[in-house]
DNA sequence: ATAAACTTTCATTATTTTTTGAAAGTTTAA
DNA sequence: TTAAACTTTCAAAAAATAATGAAAGTTTAT
């Protein structure tokens, strides 16, 4: 396989990944050619190489900074905008981790909290099932919430260190 | 709060969740709706409880049993179908990690393989790079892997008491 | 001050995903 | 065997999501 080949599929699987996981599949696929990129690109590049509009690179570029994976670089003496990722992938695990976190699991975890603190008929099937349902739920999720707090803190070695030294 | 506010708001709560993370709004919702009720539920019920078609109750609910998170129950002298969700969290957890699993991460992990395999020309800074970022998200995407095995096997207990241990 | 270079916005269009509902299919009891 | 009870399918419609591109906005050099 020629490099021009493997980076295209890597791009597109990325993009699958994404689209598959919630993300959406141009940003995706933009972070992925950031990734094997060994400059920093610009907007123009971006267009070209993955055949979007001027705007779509553009929202995609911002989203990308405010999930904390991609920063802006200004190269002395040009007005253009160059892009760059950051490369490590526990980095970006980390920061995935900790912006779906705060987006998606934290307001979650309010509503489950709230929730399992309902006062009812325990005699009531329907009460019963539903206090036993959430507490479960409830419990599982707080243990995923502090694994990933202990996540975004760690470094990559450790955390595997300690994970695989009990799972060998 | 009622409890059938309450009920609401669950069902609601994990329909967004759900689509947040790849899954259709509907299912997560019938799925929250038969794990908060300690009968199993007919289409019908289904259909008017969140107010759904008969053609998606019931691919939503093939869906499911197709997850391992839902199975029919045929109850004596009757001829419609009942169906029943397992309300172990740990089992829901574990039975979506395998499924995503075999679904998404497997076919990721064969491509990035193959394409870590790539030979190329060494002093190619694109090349090396490539090469970098791909060994890095694999390597990554191994131990993830490794962990979800682990976790697809484990008890409940011995699993978040394993990790606990180690991240006190 | 102004015009070229570049970036951002957002109403409109396109694409993708989900839902509907009626018809076709299946099972069961008599 | 047949007809009622129930389930499944799938083409078409609706809804949700993403992309376009031209216009508006901003910055910088002169």
């Known amino acids: 396989m020629e490099l021009a080949e493997a980076k295209l599929k890597f791009i597109e699987t990325w993009g699958k990944l994404g689209s598959e996981w919630g993300i959406n599949r141009t940003m ?8 094997i990129s ?7 590049d971006i267009m070209e190489t993955l055949s979007i509009s001027r705007g779509n690179a553009n929202m995609t570029l911002r ?11 200004h190269k002395a003496g ?23 976190k705060k987006r998606e699991l934290d307001p979650v975890l309010k509503v ?7 006062k009812g008929d325990e005699k009531d ?28 803190k760690a470094e990559e070695s450790w955390f ?7 799972f060998k």
């Open 28 to 35: 995706a696929q933009v972070h992925a050619l950031l990734l």
């Open 38 to 44: 060994p400059e920093a690109l610009t907007t123009e």
């Open 63 to 73: 989203d990308l900074i405010g999930w904390g994976l991609v920063e802006k670089q």
């Open 78 to 100: 040009e007005r253009k905008e160059y892009f760059f990722a950051d490369k490590d992938a526990w980095n970006i695990a980390r920061q995935v981790a900790q912006e779906r």
């Open 112 to 118: 489950l909290n709230e929730l399992s603190t309902l």
């Open 125 to 152: 099937p329907d009460f019963k099932t539903f206090k036993t349902s959430l507490a479960g739920i409830n419990k599982l999720a707080g243990n995923v919430n502090k694994t990933l707090e202990t996540m975004i």
């Open 160 to 166: 595997w260190g300690s994970i695989f030294k009990l």
